[in-house]
């Protein structure tokens, strides 16, 4: 009997135990995979709520990272529903999902849903210039369209936010977190 007790307690001692220590260990790791995975891909799933109705509304929409406001930009017309929603429901939800590949399987695709407040910044002012730059700087080809009068910047201030970086790895990340990732201090 006491060979058997020896025996089950040495073989449990090579097993890893999930420890406080372990999970925290991976918050770096997890950290530059988000801030790769929203530098990697130029277009997301915007979601609001519809003026009339209240109901959801996904459409897609090219961001860029305001890395000095820690936040993100969207360049949107008027004559969008998506910014007409924004204007009456600040509040949005935005998925950044990495691209499909035929080898992985789709359970395993990092991806980002990340919570934020909608606000469109004075053409004059300070925030404005900051995102028409960063948005610039990730699409020049949009420069034409940022004289039109129907468009306009929209800053999404992220207050939260779920990451899945893969099959089983999933966290809630924090909004200091995700503003240091915007921000691209180290993490």
Same mark, same amino acid.
């Not at 997890?30 to 790769?36: E, F, Q, S, T």
């Not at 969207?74 to 204007?87: C, D, E, F, P, Y």
């Not at 789709?106 to 990340?114: E, F, G, I, K, Q």
């Not at 990451?163 to 990340?173: I, M, N, P, T």
């Given at each position: 009997?006491?060979?058997?007790?020896?025996?089950?307690?040495?073989?449990?001692?090579?097993?890893?135990?999930?420890?406080?220590?372990?999970?925290?260990?991976?918050?770096?790791?997890?950290?530059?995979?988000?801030?790769?995975?929203?530098?990697?891909?130029?277009?997301?799933?915007?979601?609001?709520?519809?003026?009339?109705?209240?109901?959801?509304?996904?459409?897609?929409?090219?961001?860029?990272?305001?890395?000095?406001?820690?936040?993100?930009?969207?360049?949107?017309?008027? /004559? $969008?529903?998506?910014? *007409?929603?924004?204007? =009456?429901?600040?509040? #949005?939800?935005?998925? @950044?999902?990495?691209? !499909?590949? &035929?080898?992985?399987?789709?359970?395993?695709?990092?991806?980002?849903?990340?919570?934020?407040?909608?606000?469109?910044?004075?053409?004059?002012?300070?925030?404005?210039?900051?995102?028409?730059?960063?948005?610039?700087?990730?699409?020049?080809?949009?420069?034409?369209?940022?004289?039109?009068?129907?468009?306009?910047?929209?800053? /999404? $201030?992220?207050?939260? *936010?779920?990451?899945? =970086?893969?099959?089983? #790895?999933?966290?809630? @990340?924090?909004?200091? !977190?995700? &503003?240091?990732?915007?921000?691209?201090?180290?993490?």
């Amino acid at each position: 009997m006491d060979s058997d007790k020896r025996g089950a307690s040495s073989s449990c001692k090579h097993r890893p135990t999930l420890t406080f220590d372990v999970i925290m260990s991976h918050l770096p790791r997890l950290g530059h995979a988000l801030r790769a995975l929203l530098q990697s891909r130029r277009a997301a799933a915007l979601a609001t709520l519809g003026v009339g109705d209240g109901e959801p509304f996904v459409s897609m929409t090219p961001y860029a990272i305001d890395a000095a406001q820690r936040c993100l930009v969207i360049h949107v017309s008027g /004559l $969008a529903a998506h910014t *007409a929603n924004m204007a =009456a429901h600040p509040r #949005v939800s935005v998925l @950044v999902a990495a691209g !499909e590949t &035929a080898q992985a399987p789709v359970h395993d695709l990092a991806r980002v849903t990340l919570e934020g407040i909608a606000r469109t910044p004075a053409p004059e002012s300070p925030e404005h210039a900051s995102a028409r730059a960063a948005y610039l700087a990730r699409f020049p080809d949009a420069e034409m369209m940022t004289a039109l009068p129907d468009f306009r910047f929209v800053t /999404l $201030a992220i207050i939260g *936010a779920r990451q899945v =970086a893969g099959f089983g #790895v999933a966290r809630s @990340v924090t909004p200091e !977190e995700i &503003a240091k990732i915007l921000a691209d201090d180290s993490v």
